[in-house]
């Protein structure tokens, strides 16, 4: 196994010298030869690992390519037990299906992909993946992968082949290669393999990436059989297609001097300057005189002539120089509400208490790189609440199972101060404790990972402060409905003993004293002092609801003030438009209601339909007021600062209560800050 | 950036599919652009990171080289800062240099190396560190790196050259080459280059990193500049060589088929049988042909004509016959005493209580593949108390700084339930805490490392079994010394309150009734029952010590009894052998002492001198007693039954004793079994 040219190459009489010894076993390593030896830096490790490392390669690939042609995703996944430890597993979609000719590259070669250079958000971009599955297969069976695949077209036909690799040359081995009817396909491509593997459930289990993945993919199908011979079945949660990310130009930031000169050398433009101006995003005709000018480049040079020199004093120019940020249509984050949905969808067992509004944070960039981070907290229900929080990983909408100690997610989620937010934690550090699943979801062009496995995201700081600033968001809502339950549960205490026992106690004592039973109806209301907002939904049937406010006025003044509430605006209707009540909505959904001159003592009520697949993702005790000082108002939070929308101004008389109440004041409004 | 040929492929009039759109951006991906573009797997991602990256590449590949040839190591560290992030790092080794025409290679292209194939323990493997640092002060900076070497033997010339990788066809780039005198140098190499980084102190940093390195390689002497300028230099502890690791064949078990398909057509051996026999370790005559007859393969077939089903069989069948575990001399493990040499040695200013013995474990294999574990506790003094305890996590005597959360070695730590062993901990799991530093050392022929970075080891179960095993030994060592600790200090207030209460109150009471003074020497030693051992060190010079062990009688019956203690052997002369009370010592350097009929209320000596390096590395506390119920002793601890070696029996007497004790007993007991 040692290089004989090396050896014989060695001096003669100098065999002795440590240093002649060691250059002849010098010799180069085949990059399969590379991750063959260390499969666990490809994910494969343990078996059961393996097993679950194969099929999410599969399953990336064809959502990866089902959205680059525009399908709703057609997943199956069939896992069979055939002896032991070796399994047959089959993984087949409705993707537009793999040209014939470049079938044995794409499973057969390690490192030959197609999205290596896109910059975009996909889930597959190193070229590596499916081709280490089929390896792997290969090695631990000595059986080839066999491959299936169609593409669009009426005319076109199946093709299959069995494919090995050799992994001395890192090329596929292709026998049985020949086309066939594949009947009832219109398109898409199967890979079907045996490999060792140990078949385990539970946590980091086939079935647990299979739900995740269909908690961030609410518009795939995705269907499972497990060795057992047992189906389940994630249904579709949406028909909206994600919106297609779009390939852009490489952002001139961060770009370090190696990637300019290489660029520079590798160009189809003429000029240096056209080169800066029609190979990089974001710069203009400006900019590029103004880093050539900094630079003192020569604007008409060839760029394969650009020295290495000239490289380091551009890239210095290039921070010297102001430049847009890089374009964000490149990604394609899953948004708050269909988050929520696909939450909502695959959690309802557990029926949690509350889903805090997931958060969307804007697109940021690191090193000309554009990256989106989105976060999500489910609470409560049946949610385990001895043990510590769970943590679900996303990135680019894969699901990440393995070495969460490693992932900037976990990191994130360490550092921040939990106690503030309502959950349990050891000196304000580490994971914290609780009934509550945090969900991360990071998508970029080049999402950092750790491996070549995509097991953990590496920890860059601009990364991680993105992460943490999504979930304070998110756990600040979190801790508002938390305290919001707890006065109400309070709140409802006192109504309770108010309503049944001071009717009682009055009766008694008048009937003791021989006195007329008195009306109570404004001692109920001067010691509530609120006004009582309660929420209610009934369904109608799966995609519709009667939405209920119910308005209580125990106070002794006349009120009038405004409700609002954020909608999923797919979902409304005339029964929205047509109250008397409603004023507005924007485009985000955020609706705004008006209640004039509710009277001491007396209530109203504001009612609406929801209609649609999307409906049940809005929680109705989401609903803000204003136009009264917050701690007059039981069952509505007062209209945040940064809702975008300003609400009405609390009267005089109010602002003078406030003063008395201040402790409590103060209360509510460290709510709203932070 | 997209590959011509694949475009033009595409059939006319069809590039409206997907699948052609897509097959006309599939392109093979060159190793090195892989990496340049995935800097953050080779653990380059920040700057202070990429900084301590190069550095630890660097030293690494020069502390195997000086072990290869046998040298001490003599290494050099110099960190110059340009501007801003721009750093000059010079490396120096004295190690036997590189043969000119391979130093290209060497720094110059990824996956190129010497080790890849050899199954021995080494630092590097992988043929990529020292070519990726180099790689990335080129891209960075736009600077070639600068090499020089000087291979042993009188009449060699050294050698310098500049070196630059090209990334697209991953080749050396080579400037400058000539032969220069390198003054006052006999052998050695260095390299000098420029780097982006950033300098950072304190956790993670380059000080820490040769700090650490220092511990584990007791034998190396390391000298480092930081940028300011300021020399630190961290001597040698020993002058002993750590024995030299053998390369030994690979071993049948653990092997996939792929391996063994592959073995097989590039052996030079004739025979299948000859093939199994002579190029794999453990294979005799016998176990060649009962692995051949089980798979029914023919022993004179000529290997490169195996099939890949004959393989399946014979893998089938290796797992079917009893073969020999590999050879272990493949590992060069540091040590029990060393290790605390290299503790002592470097964290003397923290002036720990205790450094429990460090455990190294007996060789195991996982998959064929020999690894050894270590492990070590240090407790007490100036190490923080406040938080988690730190962990020095070693792989190969290479210190493992980050992705601590992804590594075994703290998933071990986090299982184990270290209340039992006196820290402190939430529920049994997490990291614990406490002013306590746990080391953990896993040296292997092949460390499975989660990437190509080097920075976390990969949870294979049977080496977390491994290092659980290791840190519960040491960590029972840690809490009998604990309780020790805790057991004297109360007694020493027993001895005070005894020894000087009871004669005052006695004189006291003697005069007010008049009566004689009584004598209450067989009063205090009814009171006290304990035979104490107090042990005493003197230190006479650097590496000389003077060790007693007052023994004092305060039972009421004669005693015989014997003391054990492990000597660092190297250490002991002729005080020891002459001295009447030494019996015998073995070849660990366990010495037993009898001391016979020892008086009530009588008191004896034992005494010797310990000389050389390693004298402090004994620990006066670390004494055992036999023959004498333990619950009748004070300062030494019971002989525990995996010692090796029968110490005396507890007479009848004292056995009736223990009934009465039976509580006291059990306390004790409990330290010594688990």
């Given amino acids: 196994m040692r ?34 030896k260390n499969k666990q830096i490809l994910g494969f490790d343990s078996r059961s690992k393996s097993l679950l490392m194969g099929i999410k390669e599969a399953v990336d690939n064809s959502l990866d390519a089902c959205e680059e042609a525009g399908f709703l995703p057609d997943v199956t996944v069939k896992v069979e037990r055939l002896n032991d430890e070796d399994y047959r597993i089959y993984e087949e979609d409705n993707g537009p299906g793999i040209v014939h000719k470049m079938m044995p590259n794409v499973f057969g070669r390690l490192l030959y992909g197609s999205r290596f250079h896109a910059l ?27 491959i299936r695949s169609k593409i669009e077209g009426q005319d076109e036909v199946a093709w299959q082949m069995d494919i090995v690799i050799d992994t001395k040359i890192n090329r596929p081995i292709v026998s049985n290669d020949k086309a066939f009817v594949w009947d009832g396909k219109e398109h898409g491509t199967s890979v079907e393999y045996t490999t060792k593997g140990r078949y385990i459930t539970g946590k980091q289990s086939i079935f647990e990436y299979l739900r995740d993945t269909a908690i961030v993919n609410p518009h795939a199908r995705i269907e499972f059989h497990d060795p057992e011979g047992k189906k389940y079945v994630f249904e579709r949660a949406t028909e909206q297609m994600p919106p297609k990310s779009k390939e852009i130009k490489p952002h001139p930031e961060g770009m370090e001097i190696g990637d300019l000169l290489k660029y520079a050398q590798n160009t189809q433009q003429k000029t240096v300057k056209a080169f800066l101006k029609n190979d990089f995003s974001r710069v203009t005709d400006r900019i590029a005189d103004e880093i050539l000018e900094k630079a003192s480049v020569d604007p008409s040079a060839k760029p394969e002539k650009v020295t290495r020199e000239q490289c380091i004093a551009m890239i210095d120019a290039i921070t010297k120089v102001k430049i847009m940020a890089p374009p964000t249509d490149c990604l394609s984050p899953i948004g708050d509400t269909l988050i929520k949905k696909g939450l909502m969808h695959i959690l309802e067992g557990m029926r949690p208490d509350y889903y805090a509004t997931p958060v969307t944070r804007p697109p940021k960039s690191v090193n000309g790189n554009p990256f989106v981070v989105e976060a999500g907290i489910v609470y409560g229900g049946e949610i385990p609440s001895d043990g510590q929080v769970t943590i679900l990983r996303f990135a680019n909408r894969v699901p990440l199972l393995y070495q969460q100690g490693a992932c900037v997610i976990t990191k994130a989620i360490a550092d921040i101060d939990w106690r503030r937010y309502g959950l349990e934690q050891r000196g304000g550090k ?73 009717p009682d106690l009055a009766k008694k004592s008048a009937e003791m004293l021989g006195r007329p039973v008195p009306d109570l109806n404004r001692t109920i209301t001067k010691i509530m002092n609120v006004v009582w907002v309660e929420p209610q939904s009934k369904k109608v049937d799966k995609t519709s609801r009667v939405i209920t406010y119910n308005i209580y006025n125990y106070t002794n003044t006349e009120r009038t003030f405004m409700l609002h509430m954020r909608l999923p605006k797919e979902c409304v209707n005339l029964t929205l438009f047509s109250n008397p009540r409603f004023r507005d909505m ?22 609406f339909d929801l209609k649609g697949e999307l409906s049940d993702t809005f929680d109705i005790d989401d609903v803000y007021i204003s136009g009264i000082n917050p701690v007059h108002v039981m069952g509505a939070d007062s209209l945040p600062g940064d809702w975008g929308i300003k609400g009405l101004e609390i009267t005089e008389a109010d602002d003078n209560d406030l003063v008395d109440d201040e402790e409590e004041a103060a209360e509510v409004e460290d709510l709203g800050d932070e």
């Avoid at 958000?121 to 000595?142: E, K, L, W």
């Avoid at 924007?586 to 009612?607: F, H, M, Y």
Wanted: one cysteine or more; a neutral charge.
């Fill in 430 to 502: 580490g994971i914290p404790f609780g009934p509550a699943i945090v969900l991360v979801h990071v998508a970029s062009t080049k999402v950092p990972f750790t491996s070549e496995g995509k097991e953990a995201v590496a920890s860059y700081p601009e990364l991680q402060t993105e992460i943490s600033q999504a979930l304070k968001l998110c756990a600040r809502n979190l801790k508002s409905h938390l305290n919001k339950m707890e006065r109400k549960s309070k709140t409802h205490a006192k109504f309770e003993i108010v309503q049944d026992l001071l």
């Fill in 3 to 36: 290089s004989d040219d090396d050896v014989k190459n060695a001096p003669q009489g100098k065999d002795t010298a440590t240093a002649y010894k060691l250059a002849a076993k010098q010799q180069e390593i085949s990059v399969t030869e590379f991750f063959e």
């Fill in 120 to 146: 975009r958000q996909s889930r597959g971009q190193q070229g590596i993946g499916i081709s280490a599955t089929v390896m792997y297969g290969n090695i631990t069976t000595g059986k080839p992968a066999h």
């Fill in 586 to 607: 924007n485009d985000e959904g955020k609706a705004n209601w008006i209640v004039e001159g509710l009277a001491p003592s007396q209530s109203t009520q504001i009612s």
